[in-house]
């Protein structure tokens, strides 16, 4: 690999003293993404993003699925123009994917008709180099992932471990300055997503490679505080930087160091208040259709109170040891957290959950029981649900199209967002007895 | 040392080779007499027929992949472009062929007088055009349908556009294009042969091929000629599939994207016997080379290429909007003023009326027609698919009967007709489905095959009663692919209908009415008015039978058989 200037960082990450800071390698300034909505205003989806990233350092992007990570990582590559502001890469403004700049992709995009060695070259494609010159940086590129031996074998003989790996090979073949990776170990499972951060961490630490600086995308926390310098959390509706967060720990790190762990709560605790604010007053403060209600199933609503009521917790726990013994990830127990405290069946504070007494109370009844105190807060707290029922009052024969719900949303959501509220809509009221749905004729009834 | 597979395989291809360039050479040869030479009936002249319509195919199969790389891209691209070429391609795959192949007989024979090439063009344009739409089509919806991430790396990695075509968009469309090639090359043998005997008016041209064969031995009354025809052809398709598409089918394969584990990885013995032979690998590295590096050149603009892409004011997009919309409003209002100064003078609405009652006619008959194949073969179908060792062999059979030309039995059953007379309006009728009714049977084979095993194994352990199983569980299940069935054959079955319902044997010429023999009768005359009017009636019926019939049906059996 070709060699590196003399950095002016220690491998951990903290800056030498007395030396002048270096212009940032990349910058986001104020930068702004709008998509149109169908009736032509636009949809902001971030707001105001300032990210400076320097040299020697690991960025962390931290956030919840939806959130606009992704989206601003894309910004970084050029591959989407920012609505607002300006990306610039090396002080120079950004003008489309550029040389230096490589990403590594959550879904591998590995290419199914090209052999390991062909996917790698494929990252030198643009560079002008003769064949002879590619195969050789690309073979070299596998060696140092740890791929040797696998360069005539097609992605799909490959494990997940080994489809990133040659993801990350063709990403550092062309000994870019810039790494930018789009949850790059989500799709892996535990063990494997473990090894390949280790083995990313040696190669960061030991130089191996031109990168300067890198910039990760993630929403699982642990993840973050294990490989970032700083974290930015992202959150709110239009998307912006909550709060900012340095991880000053020398590699490597350890998960149950007490410092690691305070950190990790602290992250907690901003993504639960998080939580918390966009389950309650902001989104009803703009009326009926602004509110996005998260894609969570009456099914696993009723389950999720049953096993908070259950002995072990007694209504209340916190979120990471509820997460530990129920054995799911932290990031698919915020939705159902956050529309439980929607409902009203229970509260987000700090780092816990409570259940409220309308909640115990839907804990120890019947199922007939149940469904009445389901239908009165879902009436009472889910405006768009009475807003049909209403709808369906008001006509004779108590028939409404589901396309006229569908265009009410979308005027105030983004389009997915409001078919998921609309399906989650659907989902409650169905259990609450307040309305029929037959999706043949797409209409709402009785 | 050679071994046996290489020597095969060198056989194999300077065979093919020398086959190729002596029927390229007798395909430039003068017309002789205005008329062509005289098509010889004896059987060892039979061969070179089959050669030469076999080349005609092979033609119109290049032309059409150019065409479906240029014009499907093209519909891709561009926003603009696709408001015009996508409703085009759509009418144009409605239009009945046969109509409008004395049209183009008469335009490609103008362009070289004198020479057979004018005819030749005009045959394989025909073949062309029944191949180029589907496959343009199925081009156009791979190249809308590119995974998002594989798009976003080439673009991160800064492949130019001539790249990204060839390495990322274009393998990822082959699979389904190979397919659709090889499906619409089944209707292409039909189409060869009903062009090759080409009478419009006075003008007569009888390509050599196995289409003018069959038409000579209908004059002359040998039903020998026509059976040894039957042969020929037949050996012709199964050449044609172990030697061309099977092999480019498992070839194909290799670019399927996704981690489906097909059960049924296609193989082709060819295909092997090519990968293993050590000659050939040799001989076609120089080639392969070659291709790999035409496909890595950047070929872009400027040095970096066009970062983002087109992000035009929204002004200005709307004024070419607007622009575009007002030179298409012209274009079609000049095309249909000369539409009918062409047509107005010779035609009275008594024609009209007379060409629609016929038209009503035929689609009775379609109609009727598609409603006894589907009860026919349905049943025996979801029977079939449903075991799938009977599958593996049935299956091919209904495809190799489907690409049959069935106009070559046409004369039998003429024969048949005259000898045991009997009533032509009712007798000529089931040609029109002979050759399309089995796109139903494999469509419904296939659909039966692919059932997910557990709901019909549910119907098993709940002790469904046979009515239950079919109305609820196999038919619902095997519903879209049935549509797909019926819509191809209902199209081939109005195409068939020009020549299914008028047919002669000697000088008898046997007629049922309907469409089909209105526009036959007027091309026998020459009468192009009315050849326009008929294919204008034909092409509205068919349009109008897709738009209300079979989308709206296509559209219902996917959203009730979604399961996501």
């Known amino acids: 690999m070709p060699g590196l200037a003399q950095p002016a960082m220690t491998p951990d990450g903290t800056k030498q003293p007395g030396l002048t800071a270096p212009a940032p390698v990349l910058e986001l300034d104020q930068v702004g993404i709008s998509f149109a909505r169908s009736s032509g205003e636009p949809l902001p989806v971030l707001d105001d993003i300032d990210v400076a990233l320097r040299e020697g350092e690991i960025l962390g992007l931290l956030g919840r699925s939806g959130s606009g990570k992704s989206t601003l990582l894309r910004v970084a590559a050029g591959l989407v123009r920012p609505t607002a502001g300006r990306a610039l890469y090396r002080g120079a403004p950004l003008e489309g994917p550029a040389e230096g700049i490589a990403v590594v992709f959550q879904t591998f995009a590995l290419y199914p008709w090209l052999t390991v060695l062909a996917n790698v070259e494929l990252g030198l494609d643009a560079s002008g180099l003769k064949p002879d010159a590619v195969r050789a940086r690309a073979m070299s590129a596998i060696e140092m992932i740890g791929l040797d031996g696998f360069e005539s074998a097609f992605p799909r003989e490959l494990s997940g471990g080994m489809r990133q790996r040659v993801g990350f090979a063709r990403a550092l073949v062309s000994g870019p300055k810039l790494l930018l990776m789009d949850e790059p170990f989500s799709a892996l499972d535990v063990l494997t997503a473990e090894t390949l951060r280790s083995d990313f961490l040696d190669l960061w630490a030991q130089r191996q490679t031109a990168i300067e600086a890198v910039l990760m995308v993630t929403h699982n926390i642990e993840e973050a505080v294990l490989m970032c310098d700083r974290i930015h959390v992202l959150g709110g509706h239009p998307g912006h930087v909550v709060a900012t967060l340095k991880v000053p720990l020398a590699r490597p790190r350890n998960r149950l160091d007490p410092a690691f762990r305070a950190i990790v709560d602290t992250l907690y605790g901003i993504l639960t208040a998080r939580l918390a604010e966009s389950a309650g007053g902001a989104g009803t403060a703009r009326g009926a259709f602004g509110l996005r209600l998260p894609a969570v199933s009456s099914h696993r609503l009723v389950g999720f109170i049953g096993a908070l009521a259950a002995a072990a917790h007694e209504g209340h726990a916190e979120l990471a040891a509820l997460a530990a013994t129920l054995m799911v990830k932290p990031d698919e127990l915020f939705p159902v957290a956050a529309a439980l405290h929607l409902l009203a069946f229970a509260e987000l504070e700090e780092r816990t959950i409570k259940l409220t007494a309308a909640g115990r109370m839907f804990a120890l009844a019947d199922d007939s029981e149940r469904k009445r105190l389901f239908r009165e807060h879902v009436l009472q707290f889910v405006p768009l649900v009475a807003h049909i029922r209403e709808v369906l009052d008001e006509r004779e024969v108590h028939r409404a199209p589901r396309a006229r719900f569908e265009l009410e949303l979308e005027d105030h959501l983004h389009r997915a967002d409001a078919e998921t509220t609309l399906r989650t809509a659907i989902d409650w009221g169905r259990y609450a007895g307040l309305f029929s749905y037959d999706d043949h004729s797409r209409t709402f009834g009785d | ?564």
């Open chain 2, 1 to 564: 040392m050679p071994g046996w597979r290489d020597v095969a395989a060198v056989v194999l291809v300077f065979g093919v080779i020398v086959l190729l360039g002596e029927g390229a050479r007798q395909m430039t040869g003068p017309l002789a007499g205005g008329h062509g030479p005289a098509i010889s009936l004896s059987p060892a002249a039979l061969p070179g027929y089959t050669l030469r319509t076999v080349l005609r195919m092979l033609i119109a199969l290049v032309a059409s992949f150019v065409f479906t790389f240029t014009y499907a891209t093209l519909a891709a691209k561009s926003r603009r472009a696709e408001r015009i070429l996508i409703p085009l391609l759509d009418v144009l795959q409605s239009v009945p062929i046969l109509g409008y192949l004395s049209f183009t007989v008469v335009f490609f024979m103008s362009l070289f007088p004198g020479n057979v090439l004018g005819a030749e063009l005009a045959s394989i344009f025909a073949i062309f055009t029944s191949q180029a739409w589907n496959m343009a089509f199925s081009f156009y919806q791979a190249l809308r349908t590119v995974p998002t991430d594989l798009d976003e790396a080439s673009r991160s990695f800064r492949l130019s556009g001539w790249q990204r075509f060839w390495r990322l968009e274009v393998p990822f469309a082959m699979p389904g294009l190979i397919w659709n090639a090889m499906m619409s090359m089944s209707g292409g043998w039909f189409f060869v042969v009903a062009s090759e005997a080409i009478s419009v008016g006075d003008v007569q041209v009888a390509l050599p091929g196995v289409g003018s064969w069959v038409a000579q031995a209908i004059k002359t009354r040998d039903l020998a000629a026509v059976g040894w025809a039957i042969v020929a052809m037949s050996v012709a398709i199964v050449l044609y599939d172990q030697l061309l598409f099977r092999p480019l089918v498992a070839w194909a394969d290799r670019f399927r994207y996704g981690d489906v584990a097909a059960q049924a990885c296609p193989r082709s013995w060819l295909l092997d016997l090519f990968h293993r032979s050590p000659w050939m690998q040799h001989a076609c590295r120089p080639a392969g080379v070659a291709l790999t590096r035409a496909a890595h050149l950047r070929l872009s603009p400027g040095a970096h290429g066009r970062g983002y892409e087109w992000a035009s004011r929204p002004f200005s997009r709307r004024a070419g909007d607007a622009l575009w919309i007002a030179l298409c409003a012209a274009c079609l209002t000049g095309a249909t003023v000369a539409v009918l100064r062409f047509a107005a003078p010779a035609l009275a609405w008594a024609d009209v009326a007379n060409a629609a009652s016929n038209g009503l006619l035929t689609l009775l008959r379609v109609a009727v027609l598609i409603v006894l194949a589907s009860v026919i073969w349905v049943p025996v179908g979801v029977t079939v698919g449903l075991r799938p060792r009977l599958a593996a062999w049935v299956q091919p059979g209904a495809q190799f009967l489907a690409a049959f030309p069935a106009n070559l039995l046409f004369p039998v059953v003429a024969f048949s007709i005259l000898r045991f007379r009997l009533d032509p309006d009712i007798w000529l009728c089931p040609l029109m489905i002979l050759g399309t009714q089995w796109y139903i049977l494999f469509n419904v084979i296939a659909g039966a095959s692919a059932l997910p095993t557990d709901l019909h194994e549910a119907a098993t352990s709940l002790r469904l009663r046979w009515r239950a199983r079919w109305l609820r569980v196999l038919l619902p299940g095997i519903f879209p692919y049935y549509v797909t069935g019926a819509i191809t054959a209902s199209g081939g079955a109005w195409n068939a209908s020009i020549v299914a319902e008028t047919v002669s044997w000697g000088t008898t010429n046997l007629s049922a009415g309907g469409l089909g023999a209105y526009i036959a009768q007027m091309t026998a005359r020459g009468d192009y008015p009315r050849i326009a009017l008929g294919i204008a009636v034909m092409s509205i019926m068919v349009v109008g039978a897709n738009r209300l019939i079979w989308r709206p049906l296509y559209a219902f059996a996917e959203r009730r058989t979604r399961l996501a």
